[in-house]
C-alpha cells in the first residue's frame, strides 16, 4: 500500500494589529467575549413616526419574549409533574413489594395446611 503525504502549512502567528483583531472579533464567533452571548437583546422601540419596520419588530420581539417565557413555564411544569410521577412510582414501588411478601406467606402457609392436613388425616 502506498500512502500519499500531504504538508501542512505551519499556523500564521496571531496579529498584533488592533484593526486586524477587530474584524477576526467580529467573523469568528469563537474570539467573542463571554457577555456577548449572555447580554440581552433590547427590545427595538417604534419611534414617533410610526414606522411600519419599528412596529414590526416590537411586535416580533414581544411574540418572541412570550414564547420563551412559556416554554420555562411549560419546563418547570413538566419537572413537577415528574417529581409526582415519581412519587407515585415509589408508592406504588412500596405496595407491589408488601402484596407479593403477603400473598407468598399466605400461599406458602396455605401450602403448608393442606399438606399437613392431607398427611393427618386417616
Known amino acids: 500500500m502506498c500512502m500519499k503525504t500531504t504538508k501542512t502549512k505551519p499556523?500564521?502567528?496571531?496579529?498584533?494589529?488592533?484593526?486586524?483583531?477587530?474584524?477576526?472579533?467580529?467573523?469568528?464567533?469563537?474570539?467573542?467575549?463571554?457577555n456577548d452571548y449572555n447580554r440581552r437583546p433590547e427590545k427595538p422601540r417604534a419611534n414617533e413616526h410610526g414606522s411600519s419596520t419599528d412596529l414590526l419588530l416590537s411586535k416580533i420581539y414581544d411574540l418572541m419574549e412570550t414564547r420563551v417565557r412559556?416554554?420555562?413555564?411549560?419546563?418547570?411544569?413538566?419537572?413537577?409533574?415528574?417529581?409526582?410521577?415519581?412519587?407515585?412510582?415509589?408508592?406504588?414501588?412500596?405496595?407491589d413489594r408488601f402484596l407479593f411478601f403477603t400473598f407468598g406467606s399466605l400461599f406458602v402457609g396455605g401450602t403448608c395446611v393442606f399438606f399437613a392436613i392431607f398427611n393427618f388425616t386417616p
Open 11 to 34: 499556523a500564521k502567528p496571531p496579529s498584533k494589529d488592533p484593526e486586524e483583531k477587530q474584524a477576526l472579533k467580529g467573523s469568528n464567533h469563537l474570539l467573542k467575549d463571554d
Open 70 to 95: 412559556s416554554a420555562a413555564e411549560e419546563r418547570e411544569k413538566a419537572d413537577v409533574d415528574d417529581e409526582v410521577k415519581n412519587d407515585w412510582m415509589l408508592a406504588a414501588a412500596v405496595i
